[in-house]
Structures are given as C-alpha cells and as structure tokens.
C-alpha cells in the first residue's frame, strides 16, 4: 500500500481546505483556556460548519436535518466523538464537557438567530391593526408619562395602581394618571434592580381595601453598611396616601444582602385560598438558592396577615427559613396560578440560554445553580448538567435568552381564543409571548409582538383587554375594530 488509506488523509485534506481550521486537538485544547464560546466556534468549527452554521465542506446546521440527532446530548456526543472517518476530529479530549455543553447551548441560539431573520415581527403602534395566529388585535397606549412602570393592579372596573421600579405607586382613575404619586409609600432601595416591585389587591379588596406591595427595603447592618432584601408591606389607600401599613414580611437582618446589586424576584400572587406567594431572586448569589436557610432564591408562602402556614414545607425544622415553599431558583419575575387548574407557574430569568417556566410545586428543588440549561453571559461555560435526581425540570427554557418578567393567564372574554393561556412578558427580546399550557406540558408558543420596547409585566384588566407595561407607558390590547 503507498497512500494512507483515505480516512486517515482526509483530516489533513480538510485542516488545507480549511486553511486556518484548528482541526488539531492540541490546538483546541489551547484554544479551550481562553476566550468565549463564541471565539471558540469561530476558532474551532467555523471553517467546516460556516460562520453562521449555513455549511461550507461540513453539512449546514441550519435546516432540521441531522444525520447524526438533534437532541442536546446527540450535539454534544457528535462534537465529543467527531467523525473522523468523515473529516470531524473528535473534541472530547480536548474539550471538557462543559465547554461542549456551552458550544451546544451557541448552537441553538445561532440556529433561533438565523430562523428569526427569516421572520417578520409585527411593531405594532397605536391605531394599527395587527394580526396573530388566534386573533387580530390593536395596541394603544393607555397610560402615559411613566418611567419604568413595573407592575399594574386593577382595583375596581374604573381604578387602577401602577407602581415605578424608582419607587412611586400612582392611582389611575378612568385611565387617566394621578397628577402624583400616592404619599406615604416607604423609601425604597433603587440601586441596580433594586426597586419598588408589585403591586396586587387583597382577593377580598372590596370589601377590606388591603393593597400588597413589594419592594427591597433600603437597612443598615451592624458594621453599618447600607443591605437591602425584599420587604412585603400592606395598606389602603386614602386621600391619595397608603395608610394603615402593616408589614407582612421582612427578612432577618442577618441574611441581608448588600444594597443594589442584582436579582430581586419581587413577584406577589394569590392562590384560591387566599395564600399569598411571592419570590426573592437568589441576589446573585447562586448557592443560596440551594439553602433552604435563607430567603434569597426561593418562592414564599403566608396567610394574607403574613402568619406563617403550618402546612408550609419545611416548617417545624428550626435550620430551615419556615416561609419557603420552593427552593433553587435563580430570579423569579414571573408568578401566576392557573385559572382552571389552580396550579401555580413561575418566569424565571436563568443565565445565558437557560431562562425558565416552571410548574411550582411545595417543597421542590427547582435546581439553580447545579442544574441549568444556560451558560455565563459572557460565552464561558457553566455547568455540563442539565438534569439531577431530587431536581425538577423546567416545563421549558427559552435559548437565546428573553429575559421573561411579568407573567399571567388572560380570563377575559374578549379573546375567547386566548382564554386561560398564559402570557408572558419579556425585557431582553422585547416581545409578548402567548404560551399554550395543556396537562401540564407547553405545546404552543407565539411571539405576539415583538422590538417597541422592554415589557416588565402583562395582565388581563376587568374590561377583557391585555394590558403590556412599555419601558414608559402602558399599552392596552383590544381585538380589531
Ligand atoms: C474539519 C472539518 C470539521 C470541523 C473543524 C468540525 N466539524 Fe463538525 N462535522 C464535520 C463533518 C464532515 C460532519 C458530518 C459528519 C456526518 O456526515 O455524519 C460534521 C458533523 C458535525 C455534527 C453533527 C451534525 C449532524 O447532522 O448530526 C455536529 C453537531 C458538529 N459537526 C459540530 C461541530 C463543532 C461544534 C465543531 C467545533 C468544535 C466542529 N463540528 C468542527 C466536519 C467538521
């Protein structure tokens, strides 16, 4: 035999096609300790695979074939094992699971990035009519004149309250905005994602008036140092002020975290029973998700009085923070029961390529920072796990990232067809999803509209219209005239 046999050559053919191709192991293995996935696709892969995964001497990923399956672990056994008789060197060795990990997680957000090019994204603007796949809709501004509305609370058919992430809660009154904000409303810590946070009504407003707030609530700890944590407080309104403010939940100085900074949570929703939940992000600090004796990075449980249940999980365990009903997340934005099925769903913003839906049940692990679907947002890798025993898994993940807020599920009559599907808004990607939840599984999503700008929460008003709030406004949806 004179020629190597041709499976042996062809890497080397590939490496001079390619010419700048790191088809080498040991150059990878170089390349691994430095730089971004991004760098290192471009690096490693782009030559064969195209910048964009269209394909040069390598098969496009673009399209939905995949010779070799399409799942997560299929890419990563592909990248991991190559195919060297066809030209791929095997990356396994050179690359520790996971940088592959992170290289998977790159490929699917190339792949949405190249599929959303192909789409048009209707930009609705006032007195627009646009279309979706169940119903044409208009979206018009309802509310003017507002810096960063963060959450909207209907209190009657004609009256509303509107909180500011800077710390103002205005009452709205036949959509027009209160000349000033309410008076009385505590000092709030505004720095990073601090803020004033929710805003909901007592199940029971009409007849007691209690209005919840959520907000991080500026302290000092002993050393002096300015910490803040989310604090809970309820009043009523009168004569433009919130009055009769009782706190409902307050951290211990201990577990307080320095002011500012990131990952609040900040959500407050009601179950049928009249329970209050409401989240606390993990503060940027992953492992306290983990550790049930702390607030941050978990979903709460109280009697509306701020009582805590006796049936709450971990009550009677004296190293436990006895409010937690769900632990291991990362910052939960989103809160929302379902209105048939009084199931309980969370939005949480995840890393890069690992923001999540969860179905929130008692006592359950919900796995941030072991397991997650995501990588740093700068490109490097996170974990290699996207699963773990004693771990729940999200009922999806949204890759690329869409940073998902305010969440709820439409009851109104105006769009029979949305009727109790689940809405879901988004900061990052700008869009408002509708989400189709069925037994308990996600079988259809829809981007409704999407680039006019950050949306930090949607719910459904007593009139049956959506209402979005915009980075300085508030939109309200109606079908087409
Ligand atoms: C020297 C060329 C070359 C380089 C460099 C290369 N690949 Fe490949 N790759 C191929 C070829 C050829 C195939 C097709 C194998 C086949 O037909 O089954 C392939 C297949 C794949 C597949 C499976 C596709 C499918 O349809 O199942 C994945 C995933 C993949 N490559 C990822 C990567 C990644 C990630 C890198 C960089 C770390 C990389 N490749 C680097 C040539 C290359």
Aim: with cysteine; hydrophobic share 40%; proline share 7%.
């Amino acid at each position: 035999m004179l020629l190597p046999r041709p499976h042996l050559l062809r890497p080397f053919l590939a490496l001079a096609a390619g010419a700048f191709a790191l088809t080498s192991p040991r150059l990878a293995a170089q390349a691994v300790r430095t730089g971004t996935v991004a760098e290192r696709f471009q690096l490693l892969c782009a030559n064969c695979h195209g910048k964009n995964l269209e394909g040069a001497m390598a098969p496009s990923m673009l399209d939905d074939v995949w010779t070799n399956g399409g799942d997560d672990e299929s890419l990563a056994k592909s990248i991991r094992t190559g195919f060297p008789d066809k030209g791929m060197p095997a990356w396994g060795a050179a690359i520790p699971d996971k940088e592959i990990r992170a290289m998977v997680i790159y490929i699917r957000e190339l792949r949405a990035k190249a599929a959303r090019e192909k789409t048009q994204f209707v930009k609705p603007a006032d007195s627009m009519t646009a279309q979706s796949e169940l119903h044409a809709y208009q979206l018009n501004t309802w509310v003017g004149g507002l810096k960063e509305p963060w959450s909207l609370a209907f209190l009657s058919p004609t009256q509303a309250v509107v909180t500011e992430k800077r710390g103002y809660l205005y009452l709205i009154e036949n959509g027009k905005l209160a000349d000033r904000p309410l008076s009385g409303v505590p000092a709030v810590d505004t720095g990073g994602q601090a803020g004033l946070f929710d805003v909901v009504p007592h199940p029971d407003y009409a007849k007691n008036g209690w209005l919840y707030l959520a907000f991080s609530d500026p302290q000092q700890n002993a050393d002096g140092a300015k910490v803040s944590l989310t604090r809970i407080i309820r009043g009523k309104i009168k004569d433009g002020a919130l009055i009769d403010q009782q706190t409902i939940y307050q951290g211990k100085l201990e577990h307080y975290i320095k002011a500012g900074g990131v990952h609040f949570g900040g959500r407050i929703a009601f179950d049928r029973q009249g329970y209050l939940f409401f989240t606390i992000g993990e503060r940027g600090q992953g492992p306290h998700a983990q550790d049930i004796a702390r607030p941050n990075g978990k979903v709460h449980r109280l009697h509306d009085d701020g009582r805590i249940p006796t049936d709450n999980p971990f009550v009677g365990d004296a190293k436990t923070d006895t409010t937690i009903w769900s632990y291991g997340h990362r910052n939960p934005q989103g809160l929302a029961f379902h209105p048939i099925t009084g199931e309980l769903f969370d939005a949480e913003h995840g890393p890069r390529g690992g923001d999540e839906l969860n179905l929130v049940k008692k006592g359950l692990n919900y796995g941030w920072p072991v397991i997650t679907y995501g990588m740093n947002y700068d490109g490097t890798a996170m974990v290699d796990i996207t699963a773990k025993a004693g771990m729940e898994q999200p009922l999806t993940y949204w890759v690329p990232s869409i940073a998902p807020c305010g969440a709820n599920f439409y009851t109104g009559d105006l769009f029979p067809k949305w009727k109790n599907q689940l809405f879901v808004a988004s900061l990052a990607a700008e869009e408002l999803r509708r989400v189709e939840i069925v037994g308990g599984k996600v079988v259809a999503q829809e981007i409704i509209f999407k680039s006019i700008g950050r949306i930090r929460h949607v719910i459904g008003g007593p009139d049956g219209a959506l209402y979005v709030l915009l980075p300085n406004r508030i939109a309200r949806i109606t079908p087409a005239p």
